[in-house]
């Protein structure tokens, strides 16, 4: 077998491998490329989400929807600015009311879970950077 290209979204783990998500400065979700694949693999045409908190786990569950219902937030892919993060939630008012880490871009690992029956992205703010939060 002769060599090959290098591909994350194409390893064993297949489109979980780079899944992540940032929390802006500002308290904007974006959204990695693996993260993107996972969330249109669970509901494709998803034009807005949910956005859950656990409080006891401090866990952030995202739930793609078809349409709006109160509380969803515009899910938005951000265009070639950013190819490797191509998909953003504003959610300001959100990471404010849970005191989500802001001021600081912090990057969290992406996994898929269910809700109910709800097929969701979930991602653990005990873990940021691959290092364990206080």
């Known amino acids: 077998m002769g060599f090959e290209v290098f ?47 656990d409080r006891d786990t401090r866990r952030v569950a995202i739930r793609p929807l078809n349409s709006a219902t109160p509380g969803s937030k515009r899910f938005s892919v951000t265009g070639s600015g950013a190819p490797e993060w191509p998909a953003m939630v504003e959610a300001a008012e959100f990471s404010r009311a849970w005191k989500l880490p802001m001021g600081r871009q912090q990057t969290f690992t992406v996994t898929q879970d269910k809700v109910g029956p709800d097929q969701v992205l979930v991602f653990d703010l005990r873990e940021a950077n691959g290092e364990a939060v206080a």
Not at 20 to 34: M, R
């Open 7 to 53: 591909d994350r979204d194409e390893t064993p783990a297949g489109a979980a491998a780079g899944a992540a998500v940032v929390i802006g400065g500002e308290g904007a979700l974006l959204l990695s490329k693996g993260a993107k694949k996972l969330l249109d693999g669970i509901r494709p045409s998803a034009k807005m989400v949910e956005l859950l908190y």
